[in-house]
């Protein structure tokens, strides 16, 4: 497995926010925090795959944002929020050695966080920054490798991995006020805590999952369900709306893996 990711930059202070207040943020302490991020990672057997910083692009770090990559293609996004879209370059050539890559072209959107796979469907939050254009543009890239896109409203959250997730290959972790389980495929299912809605956001590697330490309750759930939970302080990404997810991409970087 190889995770994509970038350090912090220094203007991460100037994000983008949709759903949260703008609260200084230490971007010393986000830069250590990353770091021990992705230490986890390589802990838990990927190889990190180091693209450049780019200080002056705030939201840089959420490098899933600008890329999904699957066995057989990656698809390079056009993100929907315009300050975002210079990010993509930078990860299209980090991923271009290992994947064929296809791209979404305007005036499609779509955010990587908006994009959740299961199997062979590839679900979609449509969010504003995930546009219409955006999700059919994202069908036909994937049809010729059999994958189904599946379209999900969500509602009072920025991206579809806000509201749900893989916390194991066969666990659902959603929150209930952002998405209706209705919509979900029919998996074991677990909702977050009632105090913790930001806590739909897991990232299972390696046969463990990473985990924000800001939702301990969820995090005991999950514990209890016999997840091997890790546990990982992200307070300064958090503060511009960023999760587990978002600081990485992974994938399948074996020798056999796409071309
Ligand atoms: C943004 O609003 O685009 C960033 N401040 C946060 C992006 C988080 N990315 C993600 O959830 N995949």
Redesign the pocket.
């Known amino acids: 497995m190889r995770a994509v990711v970038r350090s912090v930059s220094r203007t991460l202070g100037r ?4 759903h949260l207040e703008r609260t200084p943020v230490d971007v010393e302490l986000a830069h250590v925090q990353h770091e021990l991020y992705a230490a986890t990672l390589e802990k838990l057997g990927c190889e990190l795959l180091r693209i450049p910083a780019e200080p002056e692009l705030p ?1 840089a770090v ?1 490098v ?2 600008a890329a999904l990559v699957l066995d057989e293609v990656a698809v390079i996004t056009r993100p929907g ?1 315009e300050s ?1 879209r210079r990010e993509t370059e930078s990860v299209a050539r980090a991923i271009a050695p290992w994947r064929e890559l296809r791209r979404i072209e305007a005036p499609a959107t779509l ?3 908006d994009v959740l796979r299961i199997g062979r469907t590839v679900y979609v939050g449509a969010t504003p920054r995930s546009n219409a254009a955006g999700i059919a543009a994202l069908r036909e890239a994937l049809a010729p490798f059999g994958y189904r896109v599946e379209a999900v409203p969500v509602r009072g959250c ?2 579809l ?2 509201a749900v997730t893989l916390a194991a290959p066969d666990t659902l972790l959603y929150n209930p006020r952002w998405i209706d389980r209705k919509r979900l495929p029919a998996l074991r299912a677990i909702a977050v805590d009632g105090a913790e809605p930001h806590g739909a956001n897991a990232l299972a590697v390696g046969g463990a999952v990473v985990y924000p330490a800001s939702c301990p309750r969820t995090a005991r759930k999950l514990e209890t369900l016999g997840l091997d939970v890790r546990r990982v302080d992200m307070s300064e990404t958090e503060k ?4 587990v ?2 600081c990485s991409i992974l994938f399948n970087g074996g020798p056999d893996a796409g071309r």
């Open positions: 994000c983008e926010l949709t939201d959420f899933e944002d929020a975002r955010d990587g966080g920025l991206h991995k806000s511009a709306e960023g999760g997810t978002c």
